[in-house]
């Protein structure tokens, strides 16, 4: 049992209503953002209809709001907007649906005026809408309106679509809209997309920038962009209506020979059960860059070839996809169709092969994840001047995974990226230089034998005696 000074639910209950009021009072003064939620929580339990009163005047405040919110005010807008969205969830959804949807639209909507004056490099604003956009579909099913209502006011909402708050409105609404209200949705995208463009005079123009070319036009990115809206829009009513034949449709022939969209057309053929054709769909992509991983792609071909029951040729592909890229996802793949014990020998024979990789940063990474540790000691023992101590994304955690039973190789690893970092000045990696130099240190006594390779002691020394005057980075060396 928890000591009764511990800050949990059951011991805050037994101070009392009294004392624990005084104290949300003291809490929240000069806290707008507290102050809001027991303001929301009091409406909420008046009433659904006082708590919606009190969301649409912050959703209001909100959108009226002109102040820009960098990125370290951005915490708090976020948990404004999240307890907002919450709310109508929790305090109007459960007792009255039709309010609480038509209030998340309002919410959702706050996109716009919001991203006008933030700053979301790192999602977390975009999120919280995209979660706003799930509940817009929860809402409808359990609101039950019209469902030709609803789509009018999807069309509109994909076309304020400005900062991809609604990618996902189709799908989500999906249930809601039902047979009628996607078809609804539909034809009136249909019936835009056949609009000829409005022809401004030029004065009407609006300049928004310039390039080589001359003015940038208003016009000339709204257009275009009316027209991507349309075309994505009706891809994820055909997928929502299972119209693999629409899909496609949506591109013209030479787009669907690009491999992305040639794997996305085939997936849905498959799912159709429409193995035969997903597979020419594959075969007649067209690969702009030899070589380049293009797993979307090689992934729709191997469920093709499974589809169509050509279990060798599916597995000849896994192997490919081994061979070429070192995918491990695909070689374990290839190694669950095998039967017991000849997945050993494959296995075997795979990492001889990795050993072998000729990109060695590549053949590194995979043997220390795969995990094969002796391997991977092995392969740095072997070829360690092809070590590049700029791969710290592939080194430290070879490093780390080789530390136990093989500190010579790790401490090789460790060397290349100290080196790299002394060499080339980059005194932003001096912290995690510094470190590395430590974990060499306490590796040393559990070398052995260092072999041709430099003893800790004349590692330091060498260091010290090119780049001794870097005192930023000795300092940090304890």
Not at 67 to 95: C, P, Y
Not at 357 to 385: C, G, H, I, Q, Y
Not at 437 to 454: N, T, V
Request: net charge negative; aromatic share 8%; charged share 30%.
């Amino acid at each position: 049992m928890a000591p009764k000074h511990t800050l949990n639910a059951q011991n805050l209950e037994a101070l009392g209503a009294k004392r624990l009021a005084e104290l949300l009072i003291d809490i929240s003064s000069g806290d707008a953002a507290a102050k809001r939620r027991l303001r929301l929580a009091l409406a909420g339990a008046q009433s659904p209809a006082d708590a919606a009163r009190e969301i649409r005047k912050r959703l209001t405040a909100i959108a009226r709001s002109r102040s820009f919110v960098d990125w370290q005010n951005r915490r708090s807008l976020a948990e404004d907007l999240q307890t907002q969205r919450r709310a109508i969830v929790n305090h109007v959804g459960k007792s009255d649906p039709r309010e609480a949807l038509d209030l998340m639209w309002s919410f959702v909507a706050l996109a716009s005026p919001v991203f006008a004056r933030c700053d979301d490099s790192s999602g977390t604003v975009i999120e919280i809408f995209h979660e706003g956009v799930s509940d817009l579909g929860q809402l409808a099913e359990a609101a039950k309106g019209d469902t030709k209502d609803l789509a009018d006011r999807a069309f509109q909402a994909l076309l304020d679509n400005d900062y991809g708050q609604f990618d996902d409105l189709v799908a989500e609404l999906s249930p809601a809209l039902g047979d009628a209200g996607l078809e609804h949705l539909k034809s009136r995208l249909v019936a835009l997309s056949k609009e000829p463009a409005k022809k401004l005079v030029e004065h009407e123009r609006k300049k928004i920038g310039w390039s080589t070319g001359g003015p940038i036009y208003e016009d000339e990115i709204a257009d275009p962009h009316r027209a991507r809206v349309i075309e994505i829009a009706l891809r994820d009513i055909a997928d929502a209506q299972g119209d693999v034949d629409a899909f496609i449709a949506q591109y013209d022939r030479e787009t669907r020979k690009v491999p992305r969209i040639a794997a996305a057309i085939a997936e849905r053929l498959l799912a159709a059960g429409r193995a035969a054709e997903a597979l020419q769909t594959i075969e007649a992509a067209k690969h702009k860059r030899s070589g380049w991983p293009e797993f979307e792609w090689e992934d729709a071909r191997i469920a093709a070839l499974d589809g169509l029951e050509r279990s060798d040729d599916a597995q000849t592909a896994r192997w490919s996809c081994f061979e070429r890229f070192l995918s491990a996802r695909h070689l374990r793949d290839y190694l669950k169709q095998l039967p017991d014990f000849d997945d050993i020998e494959a296995e075997s024979r795979a990492l001889d092969y990795a050993e072998s990789f000729k990109p060695f940063s590549a053949a590194l990474s995979f043997l220390a994840a795969w995990p094969a540790p002796d391997r991977a000691a092995k392969l740095v023992l072997n070829r360690t001047e092809e070590l590049d101590g700029d791969r710290y994304e592939v080194l430290s955690p070879v490093a780390d995974a080789l530390a136990g039973k093989h500190p010579l190789a790790a401490t090789l690893a460790l060397r290349a990226m100290i080196e790299f970092s002394l060499d080339h000045g980059r005194s932003s990696r001096y912290k995690h230089a510094a470190r590395h130099f430590q974990e060499c240190a306490s590796l040393a006594p559990a070398i052995a034998d260092f072999g041709k390779h430099e003893t800790h002691e004349s590692f330091v020394a060498r260091m010290r005696s090119k780049h001794g005057k870097k005192s930023s980075f000795w300092s940090l060396v304890t």
